[in-house]
C-alpha cells in the first residue's frame, strides 16, 4: 500500500520540542525528495523542511537554526526535530514525497505549542 504516514505531534510549551516522523511505504524511498509542509488556521500551506535523496537540506526562513530534517533510507522514514518550539509554529504538520512527477502526501499531524 502506498502511503505516508506522520506521527510525534501534539501539545508542547513555548520553548519545547518534539520530534516528528514520518513512515513511507510502497514507494522506493531513496529515490524520493522527503518535504514537510505546515498548515496553520486560517493560513495558507507552507514548506518547512526539504531534504533530497543524497541527503541535501534546506529550510523555511522562520525554522532555521531550530528544526533540523532527516531521513533513514533503510527505515524508509523522514524525521522533523523541532527546538525552541513558538506559538506561530502551531500547525498540521503534513509530510510530502516527490519524485518528477509523483507527489504522495500524508494527512498530518497536529502540532500546538501554548503555555
Known amino acids: 500500500q502506498v502511503q505516508l504516514v506522520e506521527s510525534g505531534g501534539g501539545l508542547v510549551q513555548p520553548g519545547g520540542s518534539l520530534r516528528l516522523s514520518c513512515a513511507a511505504s510502497?514507494?522506493?524511498?531513496?529515490?524520493?525528495?522527503m518535504n514537510w509542509h505546515r498548515q496553520a488556521p486560517g493560513k495558507q500551506r507552507e514548506l518547512v523542511a526539504t531534504?533530497?535523496?543524497?541527503?541535501?537540506?534546506n529550510y523555511a526562513d522562520s525554522v532555521k537554526g531550530r528544526f533540523t530534517i532527516s531521513r533513514d533510507n533503510r527505515k524508509n522514514a523522514v524525521y522533523l526535530q523541532m527546538n525552541t518550539l513558538r506559538p506561530e509554529d502551531t500547525a498540521v504538520y503534513y509530510c510530502?514525497?516527490?519524485?518528477?512527477?509523483?507527489?504522495?502526501w500524508g494527512k498530518g499531524t497536529l502540532v500546538t505549542v501554548s503555555s
Open positions: 531534504i533530497t535523496s543524497p541527503g541535501g537540506t
Open positions: 510530502n514525497a516527490v519524485l518528477g512527477p509523483r507527489e504522495l
Open positions: 510502497g514507494i522506493l524511498f531513496n529515490f524520493y525528495t
